[in-house]
């Protein structure tokens, strides 16, 4: 009879490969002793018996089966055939079909010769032992997060055991580079990628820096020595779905010897994030818009109809004309937007330079308009923000969610319901923590006031020295410029609060 046998190891661990070759023998002699030719030999490696997805050896027997290449499957135990009941029936189902027997050697049984219902039987216990395998793995991960586990590989450090990093001095120079180009030269996440690519700096997998790789240094605050872990679960053994974990069952690790740059940089870099995504994404349908100093005016000109920012256009005749319109209307149709305003960079550069020339003209009167704006914003400010009064509900919603942990310790009520009555507190809370650094910031502006106009005035000088500026060089003063359809321009200074992040 002609047989092909199937086999699997769960893992690529060397001692599962070398269980792999013992099985090979094993068949070769299974054949050998009931006098059977042995077609093929299908083995999978490394691969979960849960899921057809990725064995690819298994998918290669089934097509063979269907060409009628050999007369049986020989499997030394149904764990090695699946894990999933239902792929393991409905595996069984085709191969009896196409009149092919299939032998389980350690369970001596046939699926020829054997009722479904026997099978199933022996299918369903081995999907439970896979599941109760899955649960111990989930806990011990969830023990050993707890205990503060490190990833195999995170750019920036060497792994040196399972609970220990130490950093590596060339990834971390990168690192810091990273957060400079970011909040001091005011890169996007595209261009210091290009630019780390340039340079032929790779990723910890030797591969080509992205942006998403660059956004991830920046929000991982194990760089200012804060480490979380356990936000992710696999949610179904079957599939191997991975699902996020709620905040409130991160696990937090306080390591300040494993940071690359302080906290105070790191918080800089979330709030520029925050501004930033605030700024450039307009919604639905434009989701997706980002932030851009590839231009003089990238993401600095806004559409005062639809919110988004002007692109540079080119023109050629005679000469090469630049010019910016908004992207909206250059992109679908007036019905989307009816600005079809063109400004002239050249035109539009020299008009702002007057502009700042202007203000400095008088500096004393310009000095004294923003020393009377950042007065009446802190008095609104402080008016608006009561210290106490935020204080007072804080302790009283922190009470509130300590109570409702009590309650699910105490198996007053489920998980399920202890994420929903604590997710509305979390939100007011982070909402809390904002009015008071709103309120501290209000306080410091007016303290630092004078030394902060000064430095805008130094910003202001500057600019009017340069003979060519960058987008960057526009950034440190203005805010932004806004166009409506009828031509009408609006230019918008940075606030100083702004001003503080330079």
Known sequence: MRIAAYCRVSTEKDEQLDSLEHQKQFFSAYAEKNGHKLIRLYADEGISGTSLRKRDEFIRLMKDARL???????????????????????????????GINTIFITANMESLGESEFVLTIFGAMAQEESANLSKRVKFGKK?????????????????????????NYEEAKVVREIYKLYLEDGLGCRTI????????RKTKFQCDWNP?????????????????????????????????????????HNRPEWAIVSPETFQKAQAQLELRRKQYDCGAPYKGARFSTKHLFSTLIKCEHCGRSFCQKHYTYVKTRI??????NDQYTAECCDNNVKLEEDLLFYQIRDYFASLIKDKETFIAGILEGVERDRAKETCLLDKSKIQKRQKELLAKKGKYQEMYAADVITMTELKEKIESITEELHSLDYDMKKYEQSLEIKKDANQLVERYMEEIERFLTLETATNMDMRRILDYISVNKNGNVHIYLKKLDDLTML
């Open 68 to 98: 009628g290449l050999f007369d049986a499957v020989v499997v030394k135990d149904i764990s090695r055939f699946a894990r999933n009941t239902v792929d393991f029936l409905q595996s069984i189902r085709e191969l009896k079909a196409l």
């Open 193 to 200: 990628s290009l630019q780390l690519n340039r340079e032929n």
């Open 143 to 167: 023990i050993n997060a707890e205990k503060g586990r490190v990833p195999q590989r995170i750019y920036g450090y060497d792994r040196i055991d399972n609970f220990t990093l130490q950093i």
């Open 212 to 252: 998403r790789g660059v956004r991830r240094v920046l929000m991982n605050p194990i760089y200012c020595g804060h480490y979380i872990n356990h936000k992710y679960e696999i949610e179904d053994y079957l599939t191997g779905k991975q699902v996020r974990i709620p905040e409130e069952e991160y696990f937090h």
């Open 323 to 328: 010019y910016w319109t908004c992207t909206t």
